[in-house]
């Protein structure tokens, strides 16, 4: 029912949408990622022997947004592990929407998240609540949202690092933040981003596979705007009881992007 009263919701959104939508402005672009663990501060090698650079991988992925006069709509694809064999690969997929319900950007908003990864790994999380459009001005912007999360999940048990299916349903709420500043410094272009989710009153079985009843997920991005159609730069991810793992961890991800 919860999953139902979720994809209702969304498709409520989106058919509500006019027909003669005015666009306003968005982006698209494919990038080449290499994500590199042993360059944060906050990892180490796991007591199994196994190397934090194990986990340094190469990603390819397509992102795209959009802003109309409604609200805005954002996704990304990652086909992650490229540099690895083919039974060493995932792949993650996001889609979220804005739908403002009010002239002063108060939104309806939801969110889908599905990542897959080697030895069986998956997990989708679900979020629907509302959102606030309106910090905006010329070269910035400011979307947070707060809603109530859902998720599905086949997970590590931290105490053993054996896989486990669970159907974690409902799992608290999920507060979270998308910004941008574009800018010109010393006669080029930059642009600084970030993003972050805040997830609390997790439930009890999900909570123990995570290392705790909260979690932060996020990154703080820099990217050089060299060309009209090519940017590169540096992107830190940062992660606290969350992706199986307690505590804080942390990479750095180097990315190559063409821009449409």
Request: no cysteine.
């Amino acid at each position: 029912m919860r999953k139902s009263l979720l994809a209702l919701g969304v498709v409520a959104a989106v058919s509500a949408v006019p027909a003669q939508a005015e666009y306003l402005f968005g982006f698209g672009s494919m990038y080449a990622d290499y994500q590199v663990w042993d360059h944060g501060i906050g990892n180490d090698d796991d007591n199994n022997g196994n190397k934090i650079s194990d986990r340094n991988q190469a990603v390819i992925g397509i992102e795209g947004g959009a802003v109309f006069d409604w609200g805005q709509i954002y996704g990304f694809y990652d086909y992650e592990g490229v540099d690895r064999a083919g039974d060493d690969r995932g792949a993650s997929t996001k889609g979220s929407i804005h739908y403002n319900l009010t002239e002063s950007g108060v939104s309806l908003y939801a969110q889908v998240y599905n990542t897959d990864a080697d030895a069986g790994f998956h997990e989708q999380n679900r979020v629907l609540g509302l959102g606030y459009t309106g910090l905006k001005g010329d070269g910035w912007g400011f979307t947070p949202f707060l809603g109530v999360h859902q998720v599905n999940t086949t997970f590590t048990d931290l105490s053993d690092d054996n896989y486990s299916s669970i159907n974690a349903g409902s799992n608290g709420g999920m507060a979270g933040w998308v910004g941008y500043y574009n800018t010109d410094i010393a006669g080029q272009n930059f642009t600084f981003s970030t993003w972050g989710e805040y997830e609390f009153a997790r439930n009890d079985e999900y909570a123990d596979s995570q290392g705790g009843d909260w979690g932060l997920n996020g990154s703080a991005n820099a990217m050089w705007n060299f060309h009209q159609n090519w940017s590169t730069g540096v992107l830190y991810r940062f992660t606290v009881n969350k992706l199986g793992r307690e505590g804080y961890e942390d990479l750095v991800i180097y990315r190559v992007q063409y821009n449409f």
